[in-house]
């Protein structure tokens, strides 16, 4: 997989051969995130290229962390799986996002904005259980960005014991033609701070950097439902 060996026996050398090409860790923390298609894993990792992505996936399957298998019930599409070995790189992720989040300093962090990633990670990290037992329609409006990206829609469908079980959370770019229950405006550094827990939403609020109209139930539980990140309850030891 390596693009240039280091040619040690270590084996901190050998992991490093594979893993730290560029965009493989952050493709690595898709994957264990739960996303294993490959319009999910561009979702996840905007910038990267189809034809990287594709040539990343063949080296993770090469390297015995992926194993690519078909879905039985679409003919020609195919999902990532991680492998025992790919999932025993979670602990690895999980240490590296705790470390960036406790050292790396906020500014450069937050001069990385991007509203598709942002909306896509809450959305996968929503916490349904504080949503009210019937479809929720929440607008998340950028007012700062252009037309095309200024509006976002997560939809929540809650689940049903007999003909799915589980709750469904999609993510729109376009009017999704459903009445809105609460309508956020804000700009994209705030609801990027509030992800990454340096912010609360009543933080925010106060500070008018935020506003809220529409379900007061939704407004009231928000951030308890809002999708954080993983590591936003990780203390911040710099500026």
């Given at each position: 997989?390596a693009?240039?060996s280091y ?10 051969e594979?893993?730290c ?6 493709l ?5 995130a739960g996303s294993t298609?490959?319009?999910?894993l561009?979702?996840g990792?905007?910038?990267m290229s189809?034809?990287?992505?594709a ?5 993770l ?13 679409e003919?020609?599409i195919?999902?990532y ?6 999932h025993d790189l ?10 960036g ?5 906020t500014k450069?962090?937050l001069?990385?904005l991007d509203p598709?990633?942002l909306m896509?990670?809450m ?10 037992v019937r479809?929720s329609v929440?607008q ?6 252009p037309q ?7 939809i ?5 014991a ?8 999609d993510?729109?770019?376009?009017e ?7 309508y956020?405006?804000?700009d ?12 609360t939403?009543l933080?925010?609020k106060?500070?008018g950097?935020?506003?809220l109209t ?12 809002l999708g954080?990140?993983?590591f ?7 500026a």
């Amino acid at each position: 997989m390596a693009e240039g060996s280091y040619k040690q026996f270590c084996p901190v050398a050998m992991a490093a051969e594979i893993l730290c090409t560029r965009w493989t860790i952050v493709l690595v923390r898709e994957l264990i995130a739960g996303s294993t298609r490959f319009n999910d894993l561009r979702r996840g990792v905007p910038r990267m290229s189809p034809a990287l992505l594709a040539k990343r996936l063949r080296e993770l399957q090469a390297a015995g962390i992926v194993d690519r298998t078909p879905v039985p019930a679409e003919p020609g599409i195919f999902e990532y799986v991680l492998t025992p070995a790919g999932h025993d790189l979670k602990p690895a992720v999980d240490a590296i996002g705790s470390w960036g989040q406790r050292w790396v300093e906020t500014k450069p962090t937050l001069e990385n904005l991007d509203p598709e990633l942002l909306m896509w990670d809450m959305r996968r990290n929503i916490k349904t259980d504080p949503m009210p037992v019937r479809r929720s329609v929440i607008q998340f409006t950028y007012p700062e960005l252009p037309q095309s990206r200024r509006r976002w829609w997560l939809i929540f469908e809650p689940g049903t014991a007999v003909v799915s079980p589980d709750n469904k959370v999609d993510l729109c770019s376009v009017e999704p033609g459903f009445d809105v229950d609460l309508y956020v405006s804000s700009d994209l550094r705030t609801m990027t701070e509030i992800w990454l827990g340096l912010k609360t939403v009543l933080n925010a609020k106060q500070q008018g950097h935020i506003r809220l109209t529409g379900s007061r139930e939704l407004e009231n539980a928000m951030q308890s439902w809002l999708g954080l990140s993983p590591f936003a309850n990780v203390e911040k030891l710099v500026a």
